[in-house]
């Protein structure tokens, strides 16, 4: 076993457990996830990557239809747990948008949306030190945090984005130990 | 049982090897380049050089997951996929654990790759020497047996291996971890240069060195350059590195003495009833069902330690009673894992102007120095272990986990290059212990109607002490070199994890204790040798590939001696 694999199948693990408190919460993660209704909030959720990861002077989550495969993600590659706690946390965004600005977060504007984000970045921070890790073993990472991984993965294993957005060296064919950093100089998008 | 003996004459071979892994490669290319005519058998696909490597040179937006493990993946792969998990790009160069059960009485990783060239196309590639530190260390601590060779005994055929497969690293003069026959180094990066220059100026027992690796800084043998492109594990279509596929069965094909056949499990060792020597082996095609019998005046078995022991155990006949050549009681026992799971992780505020390009698929070594000869440290254990890191600037996905915010500010931070970082951890020496074993299961068969293997290990009381001084001396060494934010880490990985495995039919020089003499020669029956990782006296704790490579070319060596002199 090589290091990316010791370090990388510890993230894989990470996830989904038992719970002892809170079984209410607990068990409405527990069951089957509405999938459908995943798919309907695929609008919402390609303009929540956007606000993410906007289009600069390189492409934004929507140019590498970000959505999509933030949709396969939850579908495909989380368990239970966080594909539940991903739904509800989109009807709540939703919910929280229309009684603070009176619209679907599809219809606000940039103020609006970035106030929304910051609204729920702030909730999803896990308890700090050892409570928050009891809190991401038992109930999942955060839906925010969740939303944020899945938009970056999607967006940096895209091909506008690892091409664009990052450096991506298919063949580099040599191995440059120690280069100096260019002005913009982006970081590699594979390891 | 529908037996299709085919014909004794057209069944039969000179020799017969049994997988065709890293240490089966090898005795196909030896035994059919000294002009055998040998059958090569494996229980999985065929996976053709380059042809066969369906993944290597997709791009990660080929992946429909983007190279994440599905829950579908996780379910039918809850063991391999630990090993996969980075890059399911790779997952089918490992089994599907639900079709090859097996029980673990303590937890337990058994990874595995049923296709021709087995675990070659996704081992980790590290080449070094064990020396008579490690030859000597049971004699000398009273642990378990000697070995019956020394360094000298090995040392001609470390040459020879290295010779093809073309190992670059750098050579360093130490005495405990000797130096090859090295194709030129791969570099180390501005962070792990300044580690070394820390720990050389700081420890006088010390150095950190480019980790010995069979991928090709110049092309070698018809195959590489390597193109760090990091994609080994999917199969290289450069033929950047070492793997049976890409060298040693091509070798063997060339000479048009082998036969290989694939979907063929080994179910026994068929026993001449006068003598006690094997005669052939039984075997099931696994595609058309039917059971048949292949002879040989020699058989090498590289089936794996857990799956050459399996065989071992289940060839019973009047004159092996307990199994095939376990006279001794020893087979399936003194099973050992190298641990891995200690070390340390930090940053470095330095360095910020600097970069690298070029993706070197491998990292740095810092070699044993624990219990040396003349070492003055009381220490509360024996043997030693060798650090493997890397070190890199911190990229999207490492600041994904952690990033704060949202918008042109995150977008920028996360692809951007972070903090220089370095991850380390300790490669340990795991003692032959006679209770960690694996036997067969009298009641749950699998679908071929074979024994469940039992895996009953752990790690004790000794590589305990060892990851707990992995753990200090690791933080020290990146404290006293500037690191800062350490993470002091110990995984709960069980054994297996470091894919290591070996042990289970141990060399010695007392058939009363050992299962195979000096010349990996099964004691109970000499036209039989096992030379993968189960002849393994004791772990060592360099990465053992080599030395199966070695130890195969050496035996092939002797058996072709052998056969010449009639004592075959």
């Known amino acids: ?20 408190v809170e079984s209410f919460k607990f068990l409405s993660l527990r069951k089957k996830p509405d999938l ?12 929540l990557a956007e606000t993410i990861i906007p289009a600069t002077d390189t492409p934004g989550a929507k140019d590498v239809k970000a959505e999509d495969c933030i949709c396969a993600l939850i579908q495909d590659c989380s368990d239970r ?51 928050g ?32 957005g990052l450096a991506y060296d298919y063949i580099p064919g040599g191995y440059g130990a120690c280069i100096p950093i260019m002005p913009g100089q982006k970081s590699w998008a594979t390891k | 049982m529908n037996i299709n003996s085919g014909g004794i004459a057209q069944n039969t071979y000179d020799a017969i090897v049994i997988g065709s892994g890293i240490s089966g490669g090898w005795a196909a290319k030896e035994l059919c380049q000294k002009g055998l005519k040998t059958l090569v058998l494996e ?6 050089h380059i042809k066969d490597y369906t993944t290597a040179t997709k791009n990660p937006w080929e992946f429909e997951h983007r190279l994440m493990p599905t829950q579908e993946d996780l379910a039918e792969y809850p063991i391999q996929s630990s090993n996969f998990g980075d890059d399911s790009g790779i997952k089918q160069f490992f089994v599907n654990d639900k079709e090859h059960p097996y029980i673990q009485e303590k937890p337990f990783n058994w990874i595995r790759g049923y296709h021709v060239g087995g675990r070659s196309i996704t081992w980790g590639r590290q080449c070094y020497r064990l020396s008579d530190l490690d030859f000597e260390a049971n004699i000398k601590d009273g642990t378990a047996i000697d070995w019956p060779i020394r360094y000298k005994d090995i040392a001609p055929w470390y040459d020879y291996v290295e010779s093809f497969i073309g190992i670059s690293g750098q050579a360093e003069g130490l005495g405990h971890l000797p130096d090859g026959k090295m194709l030129p180094p791969m570099e180390l990066n501005c962070i792990e240069k300044h580690l070394n220059d820390s720990i050389r100026s700081k420890y006088k027992d010390r150095l950190l060195t480019i980790q010995r690796v069979a991928n090709l800084t110049r092309g070698w043998d018809g195959r590489g350059p390597c193109q760090y492109r990091n994609l080994c594990d999917r199969g290289c279509p450069f033929g950047g590195y070492f793997s049976s596929n890409s060298s040693t069965l091509p070798a063997a094909m060339a000479t048009g003495n082998m036969t290989l056949r694939p979907y063929s499990i080994v179910t026994e060792i068929i026993t001449d009833a006068n003598t006690g020597k094997a005669k052939g082996v039984r075997i099931i095609d696994t595609e ?12 090498f078995i590289n089936a794996s330690t857990i799956g050459t022991a399996s065989i071992l155990l289940q060839s019973k006949s009047n004159l092996h009673a307990n199994g095939f050549g376990n006279s001794s009681g020893e087979v399936g026992h003194n099973l050992m894992d190298h641990h891995s799971n200690a070390g340390a992780y930090g940053q470095h505020e330095g360095y910020k102007d600097q970069y690298y390009k070029g993706r070197r698929p491998c990292g740095f070594y810092i070699p044993r120095f624990r219990n040396l000869p003349g070492e003055k440290a009381a220490l509360n254990y024996k043997r030693g272990f060798g650090i493997q890191g890397h070190g890199e600037r911190q990229e999207w996905f490492d600041k994904a986990q952690v990033l704060e915010g949202f918008g042109k500010d995150y977008k920028e931070q996360l692809t951007t290059p972070g903090a220089w970082t370095v991850w380390m951890a300790g490669w340990g020496e795991c003692l032959p212990y006679h209770d960690n074993h694996i036997a067969l299961d009298e009641k749950v068969k699998d679908k071929w109607g074979l024994p469940l293997v039992k895996i009953d290990f752990s790690f004790k009381e000794n590589e305990e002490h060892m990851m707990k001084d992995i753990q200090d001396t690791s933080a020290e060494m990146l404290t006293n070199a500037g690191f800062k934010n350490l993470d002091v880490f110990k995984y709960h990985r069980p054994g297996g994890s470091t894919v290591h495995e070996m042990g289970t039919a141990r060399m010695g020089k007392d058939p009363r204790t050992s299962v195979l003499n000096e010349f990996n ?16 006296t004791s772990s060592a704790c360099q990465n053992p590939s080599l030395t199966y490579m070695a130890l195969t070319a050496r035996a092939c060596d002797h058996a072709v001696n052998e056969m010449k002199k009639g004592n075959l």
């Open chain 2, 288 to 299: 058309t069902k039917e059971t048949t019998d292949y002879f040989a005046r020699i058989i």
């Open chain 1, 133 to 164: 890790k009891v809190q991401n073993k038992f109930f999942g990472k955060s839906f925010f945090t969740t939303l944020k991984i899945y938009t970056a993965i999607a967006y940096c294993t895209s091909m506008e984005g690892a091409t664009k």
């Open chain 2, 521 to 536: 020669q099964v004691h109970d029956a000499k036209n039989v040798y096992i030379t993968d990782g189960s002849c393994m």
């Open chain 1, 1 to 20: 076993m090589n290091r990316r694999k010791a370090i990388k199948s510890l993230f894989v693990l990470g996830v989904g457990a038992f719970a002892g």
């Open chain 1, 36 to 47: 459908a209704e995943l798919h309907r909030y695929k609008p919402l959720i390609a303009e």
């Open chain 1, 81 to 131: 747990t966080t594909q539940n706690k991903f739904i509800y946390g989109l009807e709540d965004l939703e919910s929280y948008s229309h009684s603070e600005f009176g619209n679907s977060f599809i219809k606000c504007n940039n103020m609006q949306r970035n106030k929304i984000l910051q609204h729920f970045e702030d909730a999803g921070k896990p308890y700090k030190g050892i409570m």
């Open chain 2, 43 to 48: 229980r999985g696909r065929d996976v053709v």
